[in-house]
């Protein structure tokens, strides 16, 4: 689905269809009748700027779109969109990069809504060796593109299928969430890069795991990390809200020993 409508009404029919909601569903959960939600879907109310607030919270649509929002129904946006060097912004920043610095020797990095590069720690070198296409590295840096394109990480990612299925799949949620078109015209560019896989069949899960690993092959070792994501909690900037950290921890000793030993390098 595509954000296409223009009124209020029409946006959030489209928002709660995309979240799977009947009218009756999103009532209840904004506490009000059905009857007016549908007059207000219909166009035949006209919703006050409390309640547009309301049911984009009920529904969670993402500030960006709020914004969206408030405009069609005729209201001033209520979140601010400043870009990531903006003075007001150096405090959040700033947090960012000791979140960075703190996870060291580990890698973790900074990207912005479109998966493009904003900031990293020196512990990713490993993600970045042996990248065969110039082009990949040249700024903004897109780490989705870079690690799924054949000229990029791909090649040297021991478990490729499953990774690549991992990485399309929180895509996907991300752009059921969203409607954002860049990321579905990136989501449709990266499905038709190699999927790594001998068949047809989907990636094989290991029945005992706990979470998607991603395995480097780096030099004649293989690296095996876990990762988490961090996002802002409260944001009330539009930019800082699509900012998210991703942290990669060793999965195990043999990982954690290696990135000890890199970073004790670079340090010398």
């Given at each position: 689905?595509?954000t296409?409508?223009?009124?209020?009404?029409?946006?959030?029919?489209?928002?709660?269809t995309?979240?799977?909601?009947?009218?009756?569903?999103?009532?209840?959960?904004?506490e009000?009748?059905?009857?007016h939600?549908?007059?207000?879907?219909?166009?035949?109310?006209?919703?006050s700027?409390?309640?547009?607030l309301h049911?984009?919270?009920q529904?969670?649509?993402?500030?960006?779109?709020?914004?969206?929002l408030?405009?069609?129904?005729?209201?001033?946006?209520?979140?601010?969109?400043k870009?990531?060097?903006?003075?007001?912004?150096a405090p959040?920043?700033?947090?960012?990069?000791?979140?960075?610095?703190?996870?060291?020797?580990?890698?973790?990095?900074?990207?912005?809504?479109?998966?493009?590069?904003v900031?990293?720690?020196?512990?990713?070198g490993p993600f970045l060796?042996?990248?065969?296409?110039?082009?990949l590295?040249?700024?903004p840096?897109?780490?989705?593109r870079?690690?799924?394109?054949?000229?990029?990480?791909?090649?040297?990612?021991?478990n490729?299928?499953?990774?690549r299925?991992?990485?399309?799949?929180?895509?996907?949620?991300?752009?059921?969430?969203?409607?954002?078109?860049v990321?579905?015209?990136?989501?449709?560019?990266?499905?038709?890069?190699?999927s790594g896989?001998k068949?047809?069949?989907?990636?094989?899960v290991?029945?005992?795991?706990?979470?998607?690993?991603?395995?480097?092959?780096?030099?004649d070792?293989?690296?095996?990390?876990?990762?988490?994501?961090?996002t802002f909690?409260?944001?009330l900037?539009?930019?800082?809200?699509e900012?998210?950290?991703?942290s990669?921890?060793?999965?195990?000793?043999?990982?954690?020993?290696?990135?000890?030993?890199l970073?004790?390098?670079?340090a010398?």
């Amino acid at each position: 689905m595509t954000t296409s409508e223009t009124s209020a009404g029409g946006l959030i029919r489209e928002w709660r269809t995309r979240r799977r909601m009947s009218q009756l569903d999103l009532a209840m959960e904004a506490e009000i009748s059905q009857r007016h939600l549908s007059f207000v879907e219909s166009g035949r109310a006209q919703p006050s700027r409390e309640m547009v607030l309301h049911l984009a919270e009920q529904l969670s649509i993402p500030l960006r779109q709020r914004n969206r929002l408030l405009l069609a129904a005729g209201f001033a946006p209520s979140f601010s969109e400043k870009p990531l060097t903006d003075a007001t912004l150096a405090p959040a920043m700033a947090a960012v990069e000791t979140v960075l610095r703190g996870h060291e020797p580990f890698p973790a990095l900074a990207v912005d809504r479109h998966w493009n590069l904003v900031s990293a720690n020196a512990a990713i070198g490993p993600f970045l060796a042996d990248v065969s296409e110039p082009s990949l590295l040249e700024p903004p840096v897109n780490v989705l593109r870079l690690s799924l394109h054949p000229g990029g990480v791909a090649p040297r990612i021991v478990n490729l299928a499953e990774w690549r299925a991992h990485l399309l799949e929180r895509l996907k949620h991300q752009n059921d969430a969203t409607g954002d078109p860049v990321l579905i015209e990136l989501e449709r560019e990266l499905r038709g890069y190699p999927s790594g896989m001998k068949s047809g069949l989907p990636a094989p899960v290991e029945p005992n795991g706990i979470v998607h690993p991603l395995r480097l092959a780096s030099g004649d070792q293989v690296l095996s990390f876990i990762s988490t994501i961090t996002t802002f909690g409260t944001p009330l900037d539009v930019t800082l809200s699509e900012l998210a950290i991703e942290s990669f921890f060793p999965a195990d000793e043999q990982t954690r020993t290696v990135l000890v030993r890199l970073a004790k390098q670079r340090a010398g």
